[in-house]
C-alpha cells in the first residue's frame, strides 16, 4: 500500500494478549503474534520514520472476557 505525501495516516490498532492487528486508512490489514519475554511487558509505544504530526489519539482498555464481576 502506499501513503502519498501529505496523505493523513489512520491508524486502527487492537491489541489482544499476543495478537497485535493494525488497520491502515481502512484499505490495508497488518496482523502479527508476539509474545512478550519480559513480565513487565505491558506498555504499548508507536514511533514514526521521517516526519510525523500526531493529530489525536484515543485509546481504551477492554474488560478481560473471562473475569467474574
Known amino acids: 500500500m502506499e501513503i502519498k ?26 496482523a502479527v503474534r508476539t509474545y512478550p519475554d519480559r513480565a513487565d511487558s505491558k ?14 489519539l484515543d485509546a481504551w482498555q477492554m474488560e478481560n472476557v473471562y473475569s467474574k464481576k
Open 5 to 30: 505525501k501529505g496523505e493523513l495516516l489512520n491508524l486502527r490498532v487492537f491489541i489482544d494478549r499476543s495478537i497485535v492487528e493494525v488497520f491502515v486508512n481502512g484499505r490495508q490489514c497488518i
Open 43 to 56: 506498555g504499548v509505544s508507536i514511533q514514526a520514520r521521517n516526519d510525523a504530526l500526531l493529530k489525536s
